[in-house]
């Protein structure tokens, strides 16, 4: 039996994150793979007090750590033969794992579907199907254990993670109709203080994931912190 791991770092996610969790729930099943969801809550009291009324595990550290840091965290728990990473406040179609698996098993080591922009109540922007860095992605065990993982800066380190993986030699497919709707919010990271778009911190920090590549850096050792689990 193969594993997936679908890895859900969790903010200020109270008002959406049950929507992500229902969508994960209730994806379309694959013969000899098990699925297993991993919610990380960093010092958000609101969105751990939404998990547990609805009796949903999560693991969660004291601190705001951010999400890269967290992610780290969650998929060095254990191993797996696939790895999804998933934003909170976004909704999976229901054959979403499916897809990405199967393009996997197909030959391709990291896969980028497709998504639909919408605003913080689900309303599609327009129609158009869009795969770019800094969405969800699926990839092997084989590629975390040659990538290292995420750099601990708390915007940018998605699309470094991309850079390294093309440096790296891995096959990155996308998969170009959408597979699932993205949530654009106020609290969004490309929207919000020092993580936003064409803000002093996220120029800082690309500039020196740029320089670490252009030192031949592929794998980084991943920053991670100490999780603790509820159920």
């Known amino acids: ?98 897809q990405c698996i199967q393009k996997i098993d197909n030959g391709c080591e990291i896969v980028m579907p497709a998504k639909i922009e919408c605003d913080k109540n689900m309303n599609k922007k327009n129609n158009r199907a869009i795969v770019q860095d800094g969405g969800a992605m699926c990839f092997t065990n084989k590629v975390l254990e040659s990538l290292g993982g995420f750099c601990s800066a708390r915007c940018a380190s998605d699309t470094d993670f991309m850079r390294r993986a093309e440096m790296a030699g891995y096959q990155i497919c996308k998969i170009d109709h959408a597979l699932y709707k993205r949530r654009r919010h106020e609290k969004s990271l490309t929207k919000s203080g020092m993580t936003a778009f064409g803000g002093k911190y996220r120029k800082e920090v690309w500039k020196k994931m740029t320089e670490e590549r252009e030192r031949g850096i592929v794998k980084i050792v991943p920053q991670r912190i100490e999780l603790y689990f509820t159920n």
Do not use: W
């Open 1 to 98: 039996m193969k594993t997936c791991a679908i890895i859900i770092p969790a903010y200020n996610c109270h008002e959406y994150i049950l929507d992500c969790v229902k969508s994960v729930m209730s994806q379309k099943k694959i013969e000899n793979i098990q699925y297993g969801m991993r919610i990380g809550i960093d010092g958000c009291q609101k969105t751990s007090d939404i998990l547990r009324k609805n009796n949903i595990p999560f693991y969660y550290s004291k601190q705001n750590v951010g999400a890269y840091v967290m992610r780290n965290s969650l998929m060095y728990l254990r191993p797996a033969d696939y790895y999804i990473y998933f934003d909170a406040d976004d909704i999976m179609n229901h054959d979403f794992i499916f």
